[in-house]
């Protein structure tokens, strides 16, 4: 069974707040990414990084920033929340290569009023 | 990026029937990953596939890894309601493990 925690669940949040997005495993996987998906449309990659000190910007553009300090730790940070972040943030972490298989976080529902 | 294409958009189908969804691209993938994801809930593995012609069960679900590294295919059988959620394929094409997703198949099982 998959260990990776997403907090908050939900967030409700007026425009120009800054927030972070939480994610945490405890399988020492050293990738981990961040997907961006609409009520039930397909899963776009924002972020991703292969271990400490690595980030990457995924395949769909996005105004967050990720760090990654830790292996266990992968935060989402948004500067400024607009109604267009309105969205569920999904986290995720792999082995590795040779191991591909992502395990997913129950996600982050964001409401940007 | 390479597109996935999954087929059907969404299936309503009765209690005890089979299910049957797959998905296809241009390009050749090297792992395929079957997931399922229920209502405000990530995606949860169901069943991967690394080898090309590979058949592979898990319970009631069975996948294929397509001969042409293509496509891939999803089987449900005897459905029961919680089979209810969105199942995603998706595909990778190289270790450095960036995942396409196709757009999902919604499945509605009724009593």
């Known amino acids: 069974e998959a260990d990776i925690y997403q907090t908050p669940r939900y967030l409700v949040i007026g425009t120009g707040k800054k927030i972070t997005l939480e994610c945490s495993q405890t399988?020492?996987?050293?990738?981990m990414y961040w997907y961006q998906q609409d009520p039930g449309m397909e899963l776009h990659l924002i972020h991703y990084?292969?271990?400490?000190?690595?980030?990457e910007k995924g395949d769909l553009s996005s105004e967050s920033t990720v760090s990654r300090i830790r292996t266990e730790h992968f935060p989402l940070t948004l500067e400024s929340a607009r109604p267009s972040h309105t969205s569920q943030y999904l986290c995720?972490?792999?082995?590795?290569?040779?191991?591909?298989?992502?395990?997913f976080g129950p996600g982050t529902r964001l409401t940007v009023l | 990026g390479q597109q996935l294409n999954q087929s059907p958009q969404s299936m309503f189908i009765q209690e005890g029937e089979d299910v049957s969804m797959n998905c296809t691209s241009s390009?050749?993938?090297?792992?395929w990953l079957w997931y399922k994801q229920e209502p405000g809930e990530g995606p949860v593995l169901l069943i991967a596939?690394?080898?090309?012609?590979e058949l592979t069960s898990n319970g009631r679900l069975t996948a294929q890894f397509g001969i042409t590294r293509k496509d891939s295919f999803l089987n449900i059988s005897a459905s029961i309601p919680s089979d209810v959620g969105i199942y995603f394929c998706?595909?990778?094409?190289?270790?450095?493990?960036?995942?396409?997703f196709g757009a999902g198949t919604q499945v509605v099982v009724t009593p």
């Open positions: 990084s292969y271990g400490v000190n690595s980030t």
């Open positions: 995720a972490s792999s082995v590795g290569f040779g191991a591909d298989e992502q395990f």
């Open positions: 998706a595909g990778l094409t190289d270790s450095w493990g960036k995942l396409q």
């Open positions: 596939l690394y080898k090309a012609g």
């Open positions: 399988m020492g996987h050293d990738k």
């Open positions: 390009s050749i993938f090297n792992t």
